[in-house]
């Protein structure tokens, strides 16, 4: 062991050294306290996430089956109606070949996804990854043979206002993840479309129609693409995306949302 070797002397720096650290890390607790972003309690530093105390982490729901085959919505099933497709599946012809939604669009959901849009809370995407690393493990959902993950992009205007967009930062975490191939200067939006949610559900559709556009449309041709996004309400954002890049001959489109809207 290297501590037998030592001089009584360094014995003494050695624990003065640990003393001094340990009274550091105390003093930054103190000082710099480690707040749950939703509800602002202390969390303790032996919690397993640095971002949310356990009792905001447990409000978080993970989105359960029965899902909808088509866009993972879960299905409520009556005694009487036995459908294997969404409502919205139902009445739209979405463009993507399939997706998924990790978390349920709650009212805890929403005011976690503003902090991370809006208020610059950015080191949520680890919290994220590890929620989406968790469902993918559950229901057995391998990201690895994706030739390209792509974000949905955010018009140069707003990425300027906000300065990061939220979708890239999650897209980043995981291409890293799976060694996948991060794609973020082929595919633009090129209409800067008011919010989504300020809308009705038809002006969803036609707000963003004709918003994105690629570059170079060979580069995405015959490819498996992941389209990542942070919310999936209506579906109208990805399914145009995937519209787009349905044109450009990509031979296969999913959808990666951290939080979806019930039915
Ligand atoms: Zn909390
Ligand atoms: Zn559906």
């Not at 929620?131 to 990201?143: C, G, P, V």
Request: charged letters at 20%; aromatic letters at 10%.
């Amino acid at each position: 062991m290297g501590a037998e070797k030592l001089t009584p002397l360094e014995k003494d720096v050695t624990m003065a050294l640990m003393y001094l650290r340990g009274l550091v890390s105390g003093l930054n607790n103190i000082l710099f306290p480690n707040v749950c972003l939703l509800c602002q309690t202390f969390i303790p530093s032996q919690n397993p996430t640095p971002s949310l105390c356990l009792n905001c982490d447990n409000k978080i729901q993970e989105n359960a089956p029965p899902f909808c085959l088509k866009c993972s919505r879960q299905l409520i099933i009556t005694e009487n109606e036995d459908h294997t497709l969404c409502p919205e599946c139902q009445k739209h012809s979405y463009a993507f070949d399939s997706a998924w939604g990790i978390c349920v669009y709650d009212e805890t959901m929403r005011r976690l996804l503003h902090l991370f849009k809006y208020g610059q809370k950015t080191s949520l995407r680890h919290y994220f990854k590890d929620r989406i690393l968790s469902f993918l493990h559950t229901y057995h959902i391998d990201l690895s043979d994706y030739d390209r993950i792509v974000p949905i992009p955010l018009h140069s205007v707003r990425l300027r206002e906000r300065g990061y967009n939220q979708s890239e930062l999650l897209a980043q975490t995981l291409a890293e993840q799976f060694h996948l191939t991060l794609c973020t200067n082929n595919f633009f939006r090129v209409k800067n479309t008011p919010y989504q949610a300020r809308l009705t559900q038809k002006d969803r559709w036609t707000n963003i129609a004709g918003a994105f556009r690629i570059k170079q449309t060979f580069q995405f041709s015959n490819n498996k693409i992941l389209l990542v996004d942070d919310l999936m309400t209506t579906g109208a954002t990805v399914s145009e995306a995937a519209r787009i890049l349905k044109q450009a001959e990509a031979k296969r489109v999913d959808v990666l949302t951290l939080a979806i809207a019930g039915e």
